[in-house]
């Protein structure tokens, strides 16, 4: 089970990450997001900032779809993502291992070239814990 401290933890291990001042977490690479807390809005009712939740750049929707259908208790979205790359996904449904491959995916997706290559001249995952 995965919560935001895992989040924190995998994302800063990552290079040139930028974490942006936020009421859970938000963070960057390039001036890009690539995981930040999701901020549930219900109609005549202020936004929520859920730090159970994280919001993933998957970068298309083909993958995007793969994920909500094959594993729909792991990850959702709303129609105010529709359109987006990005999907929800229930931190406390994965251990620390899948969110560092969520994370250092949604990492790679955003990074410029020149810094996505600095994570593969290094071997396994910033962060993990070995296996």
């Known amino acids: 089970m995965a919560d935001a401290g895992d989040v924190r933890r ?4 990552l290079p040139h990450v930028e974490e ?16 930040w807390s999701y901020p549930e ?5 202020p936004r929520v900032i859920r730090t159970d939740i994280a919001v993933l750049f998957v970068g298309d929707e083909a993958e995007k779809q793969a994920l909500l259908l094959g594993e729909p208790t792991v990850f959702f ?9 990005l999907v929800m996904l229930r931190l406390a449904e994965v251990d620390a291992a899948r969110l560092a491959e969520l994370v250092t ?6 990074a410029p070239a020149a810094i996505a290559s600095e994570l ?5 995952l910033p962060g993990a814990a070995p296996r």
């Open 120 to 124: 593969d001249q290094e071997d396994g």
């Open 77 to 85: 979205t709303t129609p105010a993502y529709d359109g987006w790359p």
């Open 10 to 13: 995998l994302a800063l291990a």
């Open 20 to 35: 942006i001042d936020s009421h859970g977490f938000d963070f960057r690479v390039g001036g890009k997001g690539f995981v």
């Open 105 to 110: 995916d949604a990492w790679r997706m955003r």
């Open 41 to 45: 809005r219900r109609p005549g009712k």
